[in-house]
């Protein structure tokens, strides 16, 4: 059935009038916005009740994907793209008066993530519903999203993101599935007539959670998964018991905000309650669901898998523990082996500081039961191992420990798989920082390198390479991206090339009319494109980027007359509000930029740009407009990356280091088509192990670097005072965590290189393209195969769920 403009303009007009009772033509473009939301809720609600129907029907196993954050960036064109009526709608629009990117753009981009971690998730939900596997998302409803990012005087301000103000069209409110979840209180055990143990509550707190469902649509195969995000809410019949704002404000908190740290852990009992909160509202929910399909329970881990993204959602693991055991009268190793066979937790992170931990009497407190069977885990871990490795070995890998619950240790011990997020990552779990565990469950520890949707990042936000892609190869990577390979054997097509260079020209105008219009400030869209878009973190090293920015403008201070690559520096990065270093690196490159792009010695041969409140969104503008990709992290300390593999497959070259996934980027682009530079893990660990690493002498014997780092201090760059010192400080007498000036001279060197190959266009869009063409491995829909196969154990359900179509 193929929809017409004249039906979507009679269907959007009806649904327009139905919600507004208003004439069409005065409508604002967030009321338009509104109503084509609700236009395709309807559109596709067959979909969705089909794709469930088929679901129930053939009691397939489904995956729920457990994750704190989710980050889908806004929804209204890739809903449209993926039920395969953008084009329609928007020459529907058209007829109608009315301008599709300016209604798009009244969406807000709802930040519910903070980063890669909370993108990927989303990228996962894409690729799970456009393979037709049965898998649903389960997180917390934030009522405000991360914070909005402002700059004053060079300095990072957080404001509220109150992304619910204007409502959300894509949302469904169901209250008929809300569940309880009981905090707090005591849980005494007795034993019932069975003569089991059972807890006994008393003086709980019962906090309600009520899931919004939102429909994710796979791409043009009429499947409608289910993204399920709980809020708190007071339940109706004990509202009697809150007696001031404040009591009732507690209970609202719980989902009110989204914690801002990303790779850092955050030590608040709040966030263990969030934690708690939407792992047993969810866990509920699935074995209320399963109870529906009458079967034992044995057979739980053959329709079931949970997943748990990164420690957050770990406490799935007790919870089911403890449904099994007081709710259905399981025996502890009953119990045990479903709950093993069902869970699988990926790892993000091997940064010490984002190892989640909580202090015993915390969690005894928030959550007693939980911290019973917590207990009882610990204690048979313990027995089972003893016997077979050194007591050295196994009260390593304890759960609890020096009186706090160790996060990933309950998630490795209660889960089947155990999964890094690139190659290099995992090795370095298996044989560094997860050693001990290695060694009791090799058969638990596996890669799924990471990836994402090349709908939303090439298909969505480069329309003209696509365009381009299309014309070349067909269209049938949009389906299967390893397709895009076939894009290799225009690599010395001149056409091609000019063509691929005209659409980089034109995405990076439309980058420079963004920066020209919401910062002021005037680019030569000619210039090389160089891009950094991350959260700001020092083991990310803006601070290098920074570094080599500066040697540039001493060059040019030095001799005005120099002839050198004219260059756009992008940085776009949030830092978390307690993160005192990273929030005055922000300060240091806005300082930076504006001495930069203010000097007349300077003009166009640098500019330094730095977003505020870089996003989802953002990056869709910014990443097409890319050249050169930054991924400079130090070896070993990135787990994967994911904006490496977007700004790959929109044609930009990497100047990279060996770290997380572009590894694997040089493996499939080669060695020439990429920029390394710098130490690998191996070298940094080795200079761990010897102590050997001093920045003081490299500061002290190399007059080049020297001299940039005393801008830090001498008063080169005005009014940076105290973050100079600070920074200065860091590199210099602390020695230099991160190894910045140890790669220094590499790595310039390596921007030496990427100047000269710019000077000759060919070359360069040559390797633009095969880029391109490299990264159909990274499409987030083989990875989501890999996880389906080898942990879920999940088939598509494409047939089953296409029956339904007439
Ligand atoms: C991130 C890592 O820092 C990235 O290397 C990785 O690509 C993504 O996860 C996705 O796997 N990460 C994050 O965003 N937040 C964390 N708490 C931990 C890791």
Known sequence: MVLTTKEFRED???????????????????????????????YSADNWSHTNQAYLEHQVKQVY????????????KSN??????????????????LDFEVIARAEVDPALGNGGLGRLASCFMDSIASLGIPGNGNGIRYRYGLFQQKFVDGYQVELPENWLRDGNVWEVRKENKAVMVRFGGQAILSEDPDGRLKPIYSQTQNI?????????????NEVVNNLRLWSAEIPPEEEIHYHTIADREKVNQITEVLYPDDSNYEGQILRLRQEYFFTSAGVQSIVRYYKQMVLTWQ????????????????LCIPELMRILLDEEGLSWEQAWEITQKTMSYTNHTILQEAMEKWPVRMVQELVPRIYQIIEEINQRHIDKKLPLYTPELTYRTTIIADGNVKMAHLAIIGSHSVNGVAKLHTEILMHEVLRDFYQMYPAKFNNKTNGITQRRWLHLANEGLTKLIDNKIGTAWKTNPSELKLFKSFANNEDTLAQLAEIKLENKKQFAAYAEKEMGIELDPTALFDVQIKRLHAYKRQLLNALHILDRYLKIKDDPDLDIQPRVFIFGAKAAPSYVYAKQ?????NTIADMVNNDPAIGNKIKVVFVENYGVSLAELIIPAAEVSEQISLAGKEASGTSNMKLMLNGALTVATLDGANVEIRDFVGEDNIFLFGLNDQEVYAFYENGTYHSRDIYDSNPRLQRVLNTFIDGTIPGIETEGRVIFDSLVQYNDEYFVLKDFESYVEVQEKVDQLYQDPMAWNQKSLLNIASSGPFSADFTIKRYAEEIWKTDSQLPAIQQYIH
Do not use: C, W
Not at 209 to 220: E, F, K, L, R, S
Not at 299 to 314: E, G, L, M, S, Y
Not at 585 to 589: G, Q
């Open 12 to 42: 959007f007009s009806k649904t327009f009038e139905g919600l507004y009772a208003f004439d069409l033509s005065e409508a604002s473009p967030i009321q338009y916005y509104t109503a084509l939301g609700n236009y395709l809720k309807v």
């Open 65 to 76: 994907y457990f994750s704190m954050e989710f980050l889908p960036g806004r929804m209204l």
């Open 80 to 97: 449209l793209l993926n039920l395969g009526i953008l084009d329609t709608v928007r020459d529907g629009l058209r007829e109608m008066g």
């Open 208 to 220: 309600l959670a009520v899931p919004y469902d939102t429909g994710m649509i796979g791409y043009q």
């Open 299 to 314: 057979h739980f881990p053959d329709k079931v898998a949970i997943h748990i993204n990164d420690t957050h959602p770990a």
């Open 585 to 589: 690196i922000i300060k240091l490159i």
